[in-house]
């Protein structure tokens, strides 16, 4: 595995990131996470979650396709251990 950065900040932040130019990236499945400010880090694959044996079944990430860029997906994060809130503010295309 390697890690490719997409470096977005603050609330309702946004960005756009393009994996095939990274020189890191070398093809095959891609995976994401956010990290917090305090060292948290939450992936789209759950089970790597820290808060996944305290608060089975949570859900940090949603992403979807966008129908404006056919080859685009969009993440909304719940970036505080086992929930806390609902904004999904985060956001990286």
């Given at each position: 595995m390697r890690r490719v950065q997409c470096l977005i900040a603050g609330v309702g932040a946004s960005g756009t990131f393009e994996i095939r130019t990274v020189p890191a990236y070398?093809?095959?499945?891609?995976?994401?996470?956010?990290?917090?400010?305090?060292?948290?880090?939450?992936?789209?694959?759950?089970?790597?979650?820290?808060?996944?044996?305290?608060?089975?079944?949570?859900?940090?990430?949603?992403?979807?396709?966008?129908?404006?860029?056919?080859k685009a997906f969009y993440f909304g994060w719940e970036d505080l251990a086992c929930g806390g809130h609902t904004q999904r503010r985060r956001y990286c295309r």
């Open positions: 070398l093809g095959g499945e891609v995976g994401f996470y956010v990290g917090t400010s305090r060292a948290d880090k939450f992936y789209t694959e759950p089970q790597w979650n820290t808060d996944s044996g305290s608060c089975p079944g949570r859900i940090h990430v949603l992403s979807w396709q966008s129908v404006a860029y056919s």
